[in-house]
């Protein structure tokens, strides 16, 4: 029998869960799809979110020839494979011009070579390319496969979608019969998939594998000869409660303080994330264990601790950052429970830094002003003036070089036209101390 997660796998677009800021009606996705004009593209996203049931709905919905391959095991051989194959196709069909979508996953693994044979074959049509990875695209997928590919950000599944996940899981035809779920072990099996839905099915099965329900597929007791009704296709006894104890016993440590009191996992990142903003590193560094020691995802975990040390540390020790991103390294090359170690130092870092949200309130208040204005001409005097047209236009003109002219240059405008704003004010904790007196500077000599 195939896994459960393959045996959900839906098989139309409206069974998809999650990801509705793509696939509701009159989204990207979902306006390509139905109108039939996809062009090649990108599915980036955390595992289990849904990239690839989504390139085979594609396929679906466009009639085209699906291939897959992981850029794992797959190389140039197999690529230039499906090409050729792709090509005779169309020539067979050309009258329904039926295409192939070849889905690519973990395309990330690719090097820029093997990145590069795709191109010729994404630029003519012989490929639909469908590529999928976790990894940022902007890093691991090189800029010229990267122009002809347009972008979708998955993101994790939340609460609502697993929820939705795991109750088709129970009650579809080719699902997991005989099991009802309590509303703790719900919340506790929800917390610990984090938002990846694979992760979640495969717990779902493992705990009906470890109970005496089993599936659907199981032989029925035996019943007395009657002719009315006709038999189940599923067994007719009561199902069997499982309770957070029971998931817990099954999945073992990775489901430990998610947590019997229904505490879940965005209340433990939020007891964690404020608890160094509140300068506790005992307190912080218990939230961590409890993330870690629940089976939390360690990269998760680091990506979170990476904000904090921009939202809530900020200028005032800029070297948090850079701890941040050593901390979200040493995870990727250790694994765990090396790894995290890293976390813990990063962790007691961050609370016992200095802290500002002086960047987080800045970078907040100009994308307000940057929509407000959002078509404020850039003044002439700090326009790019490469070509002599553009020179004739007065583009780069009265321009001061800071270096040349550092008075001129204090002087000139910077802002558009009736736009004078001041976005970062340095808190006065840190370093920002120094940035602070900076600031005052740079405020006297433009005053002047």
Known sequence: MKPLAERMRPTR????????HLLAEGKPLERALTRGQLSS???????????????????????????????????????????????????????????????????????????????????????????????????????????????????PLDEIALDSLL?????????????????DARDMLIAWAGGDGRRMLGALEAISQSSQSGYSSQPQRSQPQQSQPQPSPHPISEPQLI??????????????????????FYNLISALHKSIRGCHPDAALYWLARMLGAGADPLYVARRLVRVASEDVGLADPNALRLAIAAKESVTFLGQPEGDLALAQLTVYLAVAPKSNAIYRAWSAALADAE????????????NAPTALMKNLDYGKGYSYYFDDPEGSFKQPYFPDGLSAQYYNANGEGWEVKVKARLEEFAKLRKD
């Not at 677009?13 to 509705?20: A, P, S």
């Not at 169309?90 to 590069?116: P, Y």
């Not at 407000?372 to 326009?383: H, K, Q, S, W």
Request: proline share 3%; charged share 20%; net charge negative.
């Open 41 to 155: 593209c990108l599915l980036w996203g955390p595992p289990g979110t849904g990239k690839t049931t989504l390139a085979r709905l594609m396929a679906q919905y466009l009639d085209a020839h699906f291939v897959g391959l992981s850029a794992v095991s797959a190389g140039v051989k197999e690529i230039r494979q499906v090409a050729q194959e792709a090509s005779k196709r169309q020539q067979q069909h050309i009258q329904q011009s039926v295409g192939t979508l070849l889905f690519l996953d973990e395309v990330h693994r690719f090097n820029k070579a093997q990145q590069d044979i795709l191109l010729p074959f994404v630029e003519d049509g012989t490929l639909l390319l469908v590529g999928a990875t976790t990894e940022n695209p902007s890093f691991e997928v090189n800029s010229a496969l990267r122009s002809r590919l347009q972008l979708f950000v998955l993101q």
């Open 243 to 264: 309770d957070a104890e029971t998931v817990q016993t099954v999945l073992g440590k990775g489901a430990l303080a998610f947590d019997k009191g229904g505490e879940h």
């Open 167 to 183: 109750t088709r899981a129970l009650t579809h035809p080719d699902g997991i019969h005989g099991l009802e779920l309590s509303s």
């Open 13 to 20: 677009l409206e069974d998809v869960v999650g990801q509705r």
């Open 372 to 383: 407000r204005y959002r078509d404020a001409e850039v003044p002439l005097n700090i326009r």
